[in-house]
């Protein structure tokens, strides 16, 4: 503690240069953590999904359906105790450009299958009632600030045309991951509206025992093999990976640039302890010669570029901890649950260890070697 | 037996492929409470043989004994602790540190020691007021005088009462009231609180001050002579 004050003094010799450093390491510090941030939503999503659930997307590509014929077949199935299916809808809302998450679903089936679905019973009763009900999630009624009970209409993108829905009810997911920024409503309305194509985009099967899980997938798979539609069917994880492993490269590419970021701020917190340590250089010679020891002055300097990466870990990591939360951040839909995690907090916070092993090392080790009379003789 | 013993010491520099030799076989003594001026011209080693006695720089051969101990011998860690309780050190350009004030370029030497916050205090308090400067302690070296500076760098020589002061002409820089005043208090030092204080200088009104001169040409000591009254 006797030393603070020379560290202080130290540290405040240019302001201006340290408040800069300790910015730049705390800007380095929220992007690393918003970037790996993102990176730890797309996985935490991919671990979404009852061990009791399959699902069954055509085996040629997710954007292509199924015939709602299949449903009673599969239904039909040992081991296979309820199933729901749901088909993407992708309308946007008001001037066309507002996007967020909206499908049709077996409303009853969906809902038993689904207790994640928080929702109010007499909500649910008015929902299941009505045909041309939406069930949406609570951060879209503070988004646009809808009301139950209110018209919302929604201009169709893959199935043209104006659909309006009446908000009967209002979930809240019991995890984050799972987003509550979705509008789901009857499929039996977008049948009809359609035409009655009878199609479904994806079914979910509930199984009697996890253990049966590849048998049951197998067997459905196996029992369209031939026909027009083949079947890909996997655990619910599987299905919610295969979405983040879209990500995959923008994860990649989100660790790179955390990476160089991270590496430019170390150059310019180096430089910034190697400029500092070098004036000083006839400084350090001084308090040799007053009997400070190598291993102290080592210290000293260790403890100066401890302060700055430290004090702009706290700011940067700190922040983005505050930040995100303060603005309901969820990536326009695309990262429901995004959270800085834990783990997030604890790798910056040795990334901050890191920088300042690495920048006040060499100031550090030149000035416990600095020969003294050299250095005095420069100065005097 | 004398309180700084130099012993046959050698000491030469390598400059590019050329080898100088400072010192060639020199002996010396200093006993404990002189006020020793160590006069010569440029590059006849006094600032080296400064340098030696603090245990800055080494001898290529011979040793350097300071109150017993051989300061030629002890490894870099023991002359930093030595030289903190035995040496005191003031350098021609004051060398304060900018960012302390002068209360903190004092208190600098009793970071080192054992002493409470209370008692370091105490002495800082002390060594400022022996050197006239008890109401500046909380300027700043770019709010003294040069003059000042030089005793406030006095004051940090002297706070842990070290065996030794060593001063590299320390009124190089300084105007001639200045010089006087810096002498001046050096004398007291040396007359009232019996430290034991060499002194390099070019000055010979400075060295008028000390009680032993000691003239080295290329690195040999070729005279010694005491002050009138002084034996």
Known sequence: MKYLGLVLANLGRHKLRTVLTILSVALALFLFASLRSVTTTLAATAQLGGARRLVTTNATGIVFVLPLAYGNRIKALPGVTGLSWANWFGGRYGDGKTFFANFAVDAESYLKMYPEFIIPDDQRAAFLRDRTGALIGKRLLRQFGWKVGQNVTLQGTIFPGEWTFTVDAVYTPSDPSLGDDALVFHHEYFDERIGRAGIAGWYIVEIDDPAHAPQIAKSIDDMFRNSSAATKTGTEKEFQASFATMWGNVSFLMSTIGLAVVFAILLVTANAMMMSARERTGEIAVLKTVGFSDRLLFALIMVEAGAMALTGAALGLGGAKLFYPAISFNGAGFLPGFKVATSTLVVGGLVALGLMLASGLVPALRAAQLPIVQALRKVE | ?231
Do not use: C
């Open chain 2, 1 to 231: 037996m004398a309180l700084v013993e130099i012993r046959d010491v050698y000491k030469s520099f390598q400059r590019d492929t050329q080898k100088i030799d400072v010192f060639t076989g020199l002996t010396l003594d200093i006993e404990a409470g002189s006020f020793t001026a160590l006069m010569g011209p440029s590059g006849s080693g006094k600032s080296t043989l400064l340098n030696l006695i603090a245990g800055l720089d080494k001898p290529t051969r011979g040793s350097v004994t300071v109150g017993g101990a051989q300061v030629s011998a002890m490894s870099a860690s023991q002359l930093a602790a030595w030289r903190a309780s035995n040496i005191g050190f003031v350098f021609q350009s004051f060398n304060l540190l900018p960012v302390l004030t002068a209360y903190q370029n004092v208190e600098l030497p009793l970071l080192l020691t054992r002493l409470s916050s209370r008692e370091r205090t105490e002495r800082v308090k002390l060594a400022l007021d022996v050197v006239g400067l008890a109401d500046r302690a909380d300027h700043y070296p770019r709010q003294l005088s040069g003059g000042q500076e030089q005793r406030t760098a006095i004051a940090r020589a002297i706070v842990a009462d070290p065996t030794v002061m060593l001063l590299d002409e320390p009124t190089g820089q300084l105007d001639a009231k200045s010089s006087q005043e810096v002498l001046a208090l050096l004398q007291r030092l040396n007359n009232e609180f019996s430290k034991t204080i060499v002194i390099v200088t070019h000055d010979a009104h400075a060295a008028e001050r000390a009680k032993t001169t000691l003239h080295l040409e290329k690195g040999d000591l070729i005279e010694k002579r005491a002050a009138a009254g002084v034996r």
